[in-house]
T-cell receptor, first 114, second 121 residues
């Protein structure tokens, strides 16, 4: 059972480039989330999804886009990367009915924009 | 909107001793959940303990326990018999109840800034 898998683990991006952070889970969870963790700070919610075809903005959505075409996958798209997007990105998932028991997190993607 | 504050950026403790990490939060909700997550150098986020706000009894998980003071909006984590493997950043987090005021929360978490805990041999 792989849980939540994020790829890549590390990436260096040049200003203005675009990329997609991949997230997939094999637990049939309907809720999925993307958070970012800036150095020395807590995690902030970028986007979330409560099921295939349903997504909504979190606290810091600017500069990002998401899609949820399947239950398993929840990719995060960065368009026109900026230095302010240098961060560690975490994907997480949960059953909606048990979300108050906490999430399963991926291992994170460290992104540097130069 | 909810806020979560961890006022201790760094803490240290000797192996086998006890340490308490502080967390305060601000909310107008009556029903909610509180969590402590551990992030070791591997970067993996690991759930340590959770507390349901409508339960007065403090949660306990082995060496980890909480002191939940609802009126004071305080949620501290006590680690007993500290071990070298407890070295990590610890995050306090808040989640509204699914049927909270303003609609469902969809399980969104609000995190504190984190406390780096170092356990010394």
């Amino acid at each position: 059972n792989a849980g939540v898998t994020q790829t890549p683990k590390f990436r260096i991006l040049k200003i203005g480039q675009s990329m997609t952070l991949q997230c997939t889970q094999d637990m049939n969870h309907n809720y999925m989330y993307w958070y970012r963790q800036d150095p020395g700070m807590g995690l902030k919610l970028i986007y979330y999804s409560v099921g295939a075809g349903i997504t909504d903005k979190g606290e810091v959505p600017n500069g990002y886009n998401v899609s949820r075409s399947t239950t398993e996958d929840f990719p995060l798209r960065l368009e026109l990367a900026a230095p302010s997007q240098t961060s560690v990105y975490f994907c997480a998932s949960s059953y909606g009915g048990r979300v108050n028991y906490g999430y399963t997190f991926g291992s994170g993607t460290r992104l540097t924009v130069v | 909107a909810q806020t979560v504050t961890q006022s201790q950026p760094e803490m240290s403790v000797q192996e086998a001793e006890t340490v308490t990490l502080s967390c305060t939060y601000d909310t107008s909700e009556n029903n909610y959940y509180l969590f402590w997550y551990k992030q070791p150098p591997s970067r993996q986020m690991i759930l340590v303990i959770r507390q349901e706000a409508y339960k007065q009894q403090n949660a306990t998980e082995n060496r980890f326990s909480v002191n939940f003071q609802k009126a004071a909006k305080s949620f501290s984590l006590k680690i007993s018999d500290s071990q070298l493997g407890d070295t990590a950043m610890y995050f306090c987090a808040f989640m509204k109840h699914a049927g909270g005021a303003g609609g469902t929360s969809y399980g969104k978490l609000t995190f504190g800034q984190g406390t780096i805990l170092t356990v010394h041999p």
